[in-house]
């Protein structure tokens, strides 16, 4: 994608850059997670509040924000569509 450095750092985690001026100073991690229902419940135990679950049908994600802006987004992808 323009704009975007990505580099692969094991078979299953990498670190992606991205230009964008608006996002300057917050940052964005992603965690891919086996099952993101009870990592969902599992954090509102502990008090911690997560956005909707959005289905996409292949993936499932939420996320978090602290004030600040930046994001920890959840992800669970579907086995049977890959």
Known sequence: ?????????????GLQVAHDPEAAGRSTVVLVVEDIDETVGGLAGRGVGCGPIQDFGFVK????ADPAGNKVTFVWENPSQG
């Open 1 to 13: 994608m323009e704009g975007v450095a990505e580099w692969q750092i094991t078979g299953n985690a």
């Open 61 to 64: 994600l939420t996320e978090i």
